[in-house]
Each structure stands twice: as C-alpha cells, then as structure tokens.
C-alpha cells in the first residue's frame, strides 16, 4: 500500500484472522473460517444452507433412480445378448454395468463431500464431488467404451449368427432398456430444471455425471437397436458390429468430457468470470481501497470458493483504521457473494504493474 507502514500491514493481517471467528478468536490450526462464520465451511444465510441439503435429497434421489435403472438394465442385456449372441446387446450391458458403478462413486461424493472442515482439510471436502466425477469418467472409459470397441471388433472377426428368436428377445430387451433410461433421463433432467437450467443447473458434477449417462445410454440403445435391427434384415454381422464400435465411440467421448471437467476442478479452477467480476467491483467499491492489485479465486467445492486478493488502501489510515476495514470487507463478501466462503485480504505496497504480471491476475491459462 502505497505510503503503508509495516506496522498497518501486520495489523490488516491480524484482521484477516480476528475477522473469522465469533469474539475475534483466531481459528483452529490451518487458515481461518470466513467472517462471521462459526467454523461451517458454508456462508450465507441459514436458509442458503438449507437450500444446498435439499438439492443434494433431490441429487440423491436422482442417482438412486439411475442406479436401480442400471441394474435391473444391464442384468436384462447381459442376459439378452448371451442368449442372442448379440455384440451390440452385450455392448450395452457392459455400459451399464459402468453406469451402476459410477452411480456408488456418485453417492459417494454426495455423502463425503458435505463434511465440515477439520484440521487435517481445513477448506472442507467440497472437492470430493470432483473426484468421485473423475473415478466415474474412467469407469465409463475402461468399463463401456472399451468394452465396447473390443465387441465390435470381435463381431468383425469372427462373425455372429443369431436366430430369429434371438433378434426378438434382443431388441424386447432394448425396447425395456429404452423406457427405463428414458425415465432415469427425464428425472435428471427435472431437476437440472429446479436448479435453474442450462448450465446453472449442470453445476453439480454429480447430477452432471447422471445426465451424460442417461442422455448417452438412450443414444447408445437407439444405436444398439439399429444396429441389430439391420443384423436381422441384412444378415450382415457389420451393422451390429458398427453400432458397437458407434457405441465405444460415444463413450469415450463422454468420458474425456466429464474426465477433462473433473480435472480442472480438482488442480485448481478458478470461479468463473461472472463471479470474479462481482467479487472485484465489490472491492473496487470500498471507498478505503485505492486499488485491487490482484486477485485470485478457487473454487474449493460445489458453493465453496477460495479469494485472495491483493489490496491497496488509501493512505493516511492508522493500523485500527485497517483492522476495521479489513473485517467489513470480508462480512460484506461473506452477505453479497455467499460462494465466497474463504476471504483473505493482502495489504500490499507492491506496484500495479508488477502485480498484474501473475497469471492469475491477467487471467491467463495453461494446459489443455
């Protein structure tokens, strides 16, 4: 801060700490709770959190239907496609023998991921749900796609003979599969619809992760049916073996997708800009700030996020002064942006210009 002592500095960085607990107490061992927190890693209103236990009921419920769906599903398939030697039936079993399993990781970062903060993961395990997202992606990949390629493959190879009986009993099974994923399908997507739709409502990872499966399962049984419906009007081995290989084709794709979005979770993303903008012009308004040299935002969980922000404050203020804004800046956040439940504040006298050079704060982005 330009024309800041040293001695306001420590004093704004005691703040920082004094601010997060009821009485000024600082927290327990690793960073502090936000302002006017008691410890729960969530902020806001009690209503708010409230809201949060209630679309995880409705998440729960949402993954409970896919998961029974999928059972019953993928034993009829595999019962199916033995019976018809069909390689596109057992394609689709083999899907939804993937889609059952990541229905339990699903269940599993719902349950884990609510955990208060302790000292061992002081920003709480909200990070959970991408994890369990990432062990689902690579379930999808190994269980059903390659799976999948390998049926197709080996139908090629080898060729497949079915009896009209089996035709029948393949696509009965497909027609059943069909109405059952449609189902699971429009329960997810009934409540993607009361979390506000569009992306809004697709930022759970885990409803996310159940709306990929379902809309790829009723793509993959379209395809599947096609495929021996061909089989039995040709008598060509190719159009089954081609809707298997269509099949693996979709589901690695929908695998890297949901793979590549867990990935960024789980290094670290940073909130989307929208929200960076509000936390920014809301600092920017502090008639104490001179200047926000940087800022730095994570999301550490479903409506977790971590911001750090580099502050210039105006000159002339003693170190009581700091201390008094430094607690208002962060209530403030805490009420105006409750996903901003992790607030530090950096007084700094360190150059504009020198600031802005970070990635962070230019906004600049790596990898893939």
Aim: glycine letters at 12%; a negative charge; proline letters at 5%.
């Amino acid at each position: 801060m330009s024309g800041t002592s040293s001695e306001q500095e420590r004093a704004a960085r005691t703040a920082e700490n004094s601010a997060t607990r009821p009485g000024g107490a600082p927290g327990p061992e690793g960073p502090p709770a936000p302002a006017g927190g008691d410890g729960d890693r969530t902020t806001g209103p009690p209503g708010d959190r409230r809201d949060d236990t209630e679309a995880d009921r409705h998440t729960k419920v949402t993954v409970l239907v896919a998961l029974v769906a999928n059972l019953v599903i993928a034993v009829a398939k595999a019962a199916g496609g033995v019976l018809a030697g069909s390689p596109a039936l057992l394609s689709e079993a083999a899907h939804s023998v993937a889609d059952s399993l990541n229905e339990v990781f699903l269940l599993a970062a719902l349950r884990r991921s609510r955990r208060p903060a302790d000292a061992r993961h002081p920003f709480g395990y909200g990070k959970e749900r991408f994890f369990w997202s990432l062990l689902a992606a690579v379930g999808i990949f190994v269980m059903g796609g390659c799976f999948s390629f390998f049926q197709g493959f080996e139908a090629l190879r080898g060729g497949a003979e079915e009896k009209f009986s089996g035709y029948v009993a393949g696509l009965i099974v497909l027609g059943v599969a069909l109405v059952a994923e449609g189902v699971s399908l429009l329960r997810a997507l009934h409540q993607v619809r009361r979390q506000g739709g569009g992306l809004a409502g697709l930022r759970d990872p885990a409803l996310r992760t159940v709306v990929a499966e379902d809309g790829t399962a009723v793509l993959g049984v379209t395809l599947a049916m096609a495929g021996m419906a061909l089989h039995m009007v040709t008598g060509q081995v190719v159009w089954e073996a081609s809707a298997s290989l269509a099949i693996g084709v979709l589901l690695v794709y929908v695998a890297y997708r949901l793979g590549r979005d867990a990935r960024d979770q789980l290094i670290g993303a940073a909130a989307d800009p929208e929200l960076s903008g509000r936390i920014r012009a809301l600092l920017q308004a502090q008639p104490e700030i001179d200047s926000v040299e940087a800022l730095f935002t994570m999301q550490m969980g479903l409506d977790s996020t971590l911001v750090a922000a580099r502050i210039d404050l105006m000159p002339g203020l003693d170190s009581e002064r700091v201390e008094e804004v430094a607690v208002r800046i962060k209530r403030s956040l805490a009420r105006t942006v409750p996903e901003a439940d992790q607030v530090f504040l950096d007084v700094t006298d360190r150059p504009a210009g020198e600031a802005g050079e970070s990635p962070a704060a230019t906004g600049e982005r790596g990898g893939a």
